[in-house]
């Protein structure tokens, strides 16, 4: 199943802890980007320049949790 991205804007002041796509890996005890990055946005998200990430999306957890009522 493909994501849509058409929905995702550019944040310029977008920060990794508060996206949805920022997620706890128990096995390597670290956080990562759970999206497919191309090489050029890898560079970034490694190298902590992920301000205006395409893929930003603010983590909302009151969403989530309605969803599963």
């Known amino acids: 199943m ?3 991205f ?3 804007t ?3 002041n977008a920060t990794c802890e508060d996206c949805q796509f920022y997620d706890y890996d ?5 956080y990562s980007c759970t999206l497919s990055l191309d090489e050029d946005e890898m560079v970034d998200f490694l190298g902590g320049n992920t301000r ?3 893929y930003y999306r603010r983590y909302d ?3 989530s949790v309605n969803k599963q009522i």
Not at 26 to 30: A, F, I, K, P, S
């Open 52 to 54: 205006g990430c395409k």
């Open 61 to 63: 957890e009151y969403k």
């Open 6 to 8: 058409s929905k995702y």
């Open 10 to 12: 550019r944040v310029g």
């Open 2 to 4: 493909a994501l849509d």
């Open 26 to 30: 128990e096995l390597t005890d670290e």
